[in-house]
């Protein structure tokens, strides 16, 4: 039996939204399951000293007309919110929680996320919104909002943020196949071929 | 008659070695020319803030790593030599003048020079180096190295460098198709499908 693949994306990411979307289905085509992890790109900024590409001069204007373009590409769609980016250390704690018990329900929180996000422009920073996609997921709305506000689920946070970096994680969505690394949406037609041949 | 592609490169980006390789026939296809544009990356970084890719933190390995592996993804062979990032004013000089004289020699010594750093190791930030190259191709070696130390050569690199800026270009490679910006060699299915379509 293959390894899983492991798939590091941020909730505020949309390229990692774009991944979330395709992944699942291209691992299964190739007989392989996907492990899920969301983590936060400012704790790895802290380390690379990168910041946030809407914020680069002349690479930032690109990117959100790139967004929506490769959106289009894709076949999905996205409208970058006003809020952009925001903190998703809510979601991405939620979703450690929720996958603790159900990982089926958690994955499906985490598109729900996405897409709430991005294409609805929900803003998922806030609590609030996080427990009414948990809840719509069959998550016990007061058992997560206590544990939201322990020590538990924040320690889980930062212990996989800090195994993402410790694996190379620079960006989102970062993909790891059998220890090969694969960053950005836009290594899908390398990952295949990946796949398909065993390396290449 | 549609009006060509714009295609800006460094000497010293594997990436835009890989469009080099690439953009000529894909723009064929679809009956379009090609405009070719060396640039340097220094400058942009100038106003940007950036810092080359290998210098920089988790991103830096993966990219290593990635230029191989996206050669032998796109067909290509690619080995970094010891000495990179190099500077590129020298080669990039000698191709506009070639340009001026002969189109379709300064193509080829660009291709060249490109396979020369990116083939064989070759330093072709040493005037010697470009020398040769460009008198493979047919151009008038002393009236080069003449050029090459003069004040014109330089002016209309700074020229073009500022035209890029002035274009939104911040990395290499860079097409743009009818105002359309497309930032990476990983754009090229999207370029193919704005080719085949006109937008989408």
Known sequence: M???IDFYFDFSSPYGY????KIDALAAAHGRSVRWHPFLLGAVYKVTGEVPLPSKPLKGDYSK???ERSARFLGLSCRIPEAFPIGTQIAARAFYWLDERDPVAARAFALA???AYFGEGR???QETA???LAAAHGADR???AEALAGEAVRNRLKDECAQAIARGVFG???VIIDGEPFWGVDRIPQIERWLQTGGF
Request: a negative charge; glycine letters at 4%; aromatic letters at 16%.
């Open 65 to 67: 007309h790139d967004f």
């Open 113 to 115: 996320a996405y897409r």
């Open 18 to 21: 774009f991944m979330a979307e």
């Open 142 to 144: 007061a058992g997560l």
């Open 2 to 4: 293959a390894e899983p």
């Open 172 to 174: 989102s969505p970062f």
């Open 123 to 125: 803003d998922i920073s």
């Open 130 to 132: 996080v427990l009414d």
